[in-house]
T-cell receptor
Framework: DAGVTQSPTHLIKTRGQQVTLRCSPK?????VSWYQQALGQGPQFIFQ???????QRGNFPDRFSGHQFPNYSSELNVNALLLGDSALYLC???????????????FGQGTRLTVV | AQTVTQSQPEMSVQEAETVTLSCTYD???????LFWYKQPPSRQMILVIR??????QNATENRFSVNFQKAAKSFSLKISDSQLGDAAMYFC?????????????FGKGTRLHILP
């Protein structure tokens, strides 16, 4: 079992550009959440995808958008990059069992995005 | 809104000794879940221990145990017989028990150093 895989591992972009980060969930998982972890901070929830739709969203601007594909993999897109978008972006997957407290959320190793 | 506070940015402990990491949280909900996650230099967030708020008994996982004080909204982590591999960032986290409110709210973390 490969667990949650994210690509790329590192990325450098210029202010104003757009970026796409990718996440493949753990086998058997159908729910994908994205988090932003700024340096020296805890992760902050961006949004969650289930059944190819955004189910829940944190306090992030519309520049942050996402997508989930039929195979449950997901993309995070950030437009008009700002220096403040530099962070570690973590993806977490879980399985919706139709009841509170789904299976444990498993995290990937993240994508380190640097905006210059 | 729920918040999680970790007041110890860094801690150090001698190998084989015991250390306690502190965490307080704020919520108006009566049912929720609390977690401690470990983030080593590999960046992957690893679940250490989980506590359901409706359970009075403190959770234990091998050398890791918690002291859950619901009235005081306190949730500390005790690591016994500290090992070099325990060195990492530790995050206290909260999750609502509301159905499909899956976002995890993290504290800012405590960096734990293990002294040989």
């Amino acid at each position: 079992d490969a667990g949650v895989t994210q690509s790329p591992t590192h990325l450098i972009k210029t202010r104003g550009q757009q970026v796409t980060l990718r996440c493949s969930p753990k086998s058997g998982h159908d729910t994908v959440s994205w988090y932003q972890q700024a340096l020296g901070q805890g992760p902050q929830f961006i949004f969650q995808y289930y059944e190819e739709e955004e189910r829940q969203r944190g306090n992030f601007p519309d520049r942050f958008s996402g997508h989930q594909f039929p195979n449950y993999s997901s993309e995070l897109n950030v437009n008009a990059l700002l220096l403040g978008d530099s962070a570690l972006y973590l993806c977490a997957s879980s399985h919706d069992i139709g009841a509170p407290m789904n299976t444990e959320a498993f995290f990937g190793q993240g994508t380190r995005l640097t905006v210059v | 809104a729920q918040t999680v506070t970790q007041s110890q940015p860094e801690m150090s402990v001698q190998e084989a000794e015991t250390v306690t990491l502190s965490c307080t949280y704020d919520t108006s909900e009566s049912d929720y879940y609390l977690f401690w996650y470990k983030q080593p230099p590999s960046r992957q967030m690893i679940l250490v221990i989980r506590q359901e708020a409706y359970k009075q008994q403190n959770a234990t996982e091998n050398r890791f145990s918690v002291n859950f004080q619901k009235a005081a909204k306190s949730f500390s982590l005790k690591i016994s017989d500290s090992q070099l591999g325990d060195a990492a960032m530790y995050f206290c986290a909260y999750r609502s028990a509301r159905y499909r409110d899956d976002k995890i709210i993290f504290g800012k973390g405590t960096r734990l150093h293990i002294l040989p």
